[in-house]
């Protein structure tokens, strides 16, 4: 079945220790999304690639980097982890359709702890 | 910036009882997606929606776009116990990224 892979499902990381995170993707879509859930909260964007462009949001902290080598995978790289940076990071693709993307499928997540 | 309001925030219903819940925006999207999430686990697509008006079934499930293309509602039908996660509302203009409501957290007491 084609789908939207996340590993590791969890990682625990150190205070300040750069931890990757990756994302493989088997829909072929041409559209990789990144996103950071706090419990008990919606995703919340940071960044995305459409094919090769990378398209970062505004409020994103320089912490946050991201990597698309190919169509497949995408990487969420973090420097520096802070303690405010333990969520769940939720990998998500998109086809684009005429004028519009379709509709967005999640990956399982990646949960990060920061000791 | 658009914000989307998602109610209500949390249910506690009995098993086989029907859920609703809505999103309303101040804002027009050509575009609403309905996803659960259980604990642990990615949002899991439940129903898209492409035309104000429109009314889609997934099983026990109906959502539907409303009119003013501002609002969107869920309905369960007779609730079982998997049902129980939380529920985003997220809708879209155009090519801009999703706005996702708060959720609504559904507990169902067998």
């Known amino acids: 079945d084609a789908m939207v892979i996340q590993n590791p499902r969890y990682q625990v990381t150190q205070f300040g220790k750069p931890v990757t995170l990756s994302c493989s993707q088997t829909l072929n879509h041409n559209v990789m999304y990144w996103y950071q859930q706090k419990s008990s909260q919606a995703p919340k964007l940071l960044f995305h690639y459409y094919d090769k462009d990378f398209n970062n949001e505004a409020d994103t902290p320089d912490n946050f980097q991201s990597r698309r080598p190919n169509t497949s995978f995408c990487f969420l790289d973090i420097r520096s982890p802070g303690l405010g940076d333990a969520a769940m990071y939720l990998c998500a693709t998109s086809g684009r359709v005429r004028w519009d993307y379709n509709e967005q499928f999640f990956g399982p997540g990646t949960r990060l702890t920061v000791l | 910036g658009q914000q989307l309001n998602q109610s209500p925030q949390s249910m506690f219903i009995q098993e086989g009882e029907d859920v609703s819940m809505n999103c309303t925006s101040s804002s027009i999207f050509n575009t609403w997606l309905w996803y659960k999430q259980d604990p642990g686990e990615g949002p899991v697509l439940l129903i898209a929606l492409y035309k104000a008006g429109e009314l889609t079934s997934n099983g026990r499930l109906t959502a539907q776009f409303g009119i003013t293309r501002k609002d969107s509602f869920l309905n369960i039908s007779a609730s079982i116990p998997s049902d129980v996660g939380i529920y985003f509302c997220?809708?879209?203009?155009?090519?801009?990224?999703?706005?996702f409501g708060q959720g609504t957290r559904l507990t169902i007491n067998p």
């Open positions: 997220a809708g879209r203009q155009g090519a801009q990224k999703l706005v």
